[in-house]
């Protein structure tokens, strides 16, 4: 069965830090590029971070660059988006996927509130 699973969301004061983790299982983590995507109450889901499966290069959002950072431990089967200098406008749903070609798995989400 393919899973992904988020944790590491929570309450956090503006300025705060978070690190999210997304523990995937069922499927050959290594083939897949992983991105994390988050969705504010009202809007649209939108591309946070991604990383890609052949050269682990990265992409970042203009709005999270420099304050977010993302990492796969392939050992663990596990990717990770550590969110720095976050601010009230970071308040999501944040949701990892893996992709690979057509297919897409996603995970259920993971709550961030930042507060003022």
């Known amino acids: 069965e393919v899973q992904l699973v988020e944790s590491g969301g929570g309450l956090v004061q503006a300025g705060g830090s978070l690190r999210l983790s997304c523990a995937a299982s069922g499927f050959v983590f290594d083939d897949y590029a992983i991105g994390w995507f988050r969705q504010a109450p009202g809007k649209e889901r939108e591309g946070v971070s991604y990383?890609?499966?052949?050269?682990?290069?990265?992409y970042y959002a203009d709005s999270v660059k420099g304050r977010f950072t993302i990492s796969t431990d392939n050992r663990k089967n596990t990717a990770y988006l550590q969110m720095n200098s976050l601010a009230p406008e970071d308040t999501a749903v944040y949701y990892c996927n893996a992709r690979w070609g057509l297919i897409i798995y996603w995970g259920q989400g993971t709550q961030v509130t930042v507060s003022s």
């Open positions: 990383i890609s499966s052949s050269d682990r290069s990265t």
